[in-house]
């Protein structure tokens, strides 16, 4: 029991409130603060924010500094989006956790 109750306490606080979605990459525009993930065709993947981009040539910024990739080695570019289902869902799941939790302590249930 006391497993359980821990591995849901793990999975209600990592959950995230990002999702990733597929753009082409004709359709992007140059916002600043997007952040971007892409997969390359020798299947790497490169996340970071997006500095400029042009009809050929997409830079992205990250921890290991500007990056320039080709529209030609690219398989696939995903956009960051915030969810407000996911956050909603997170919020409630946490909180239903916490109150079940709290019912089973009261019940007296040896956790």
């Known amino acids: ?15 995230s409130c ?12 140059n916002e600043k603060k997007q952040k971007f993930v892409v997969l390359k065709l020798d299947k790497t993947n490169i996340k970071g924010r997006l500095v400029s981009i042009d ?9 290991k ?3 320039t990739i080709n529209e030609n080695e690219i398989y696939d570019v995903k956009v960051r989006k915030f969810s407000i289902i996911k956050l909603a ?8 956790f916490f109150v079940v939790i709290g ?3 009261l019940a007296g249930f040896a956790l």
């Open 65 to 67: 500094g500007s990056q």
């Open 1 to 15: 029991m006391k497993k359980l109750i821990i591995l849901l306490l793990f999975s209600s606080l990592f959950h």
């Open 55 to 63: 009809q050929n040539v997409m830079i992205l910024e990250n921890r």
């Open 18 to 29: 990002f999702s990733y979605k597929s753009v082409n990459f004709n359709d992007i525009k």
């Open 103 to 105: 019912i089973l302590a």
């Open 89 to 96: 869902t997170g919020i409630a799941g946490t909180y239903g």
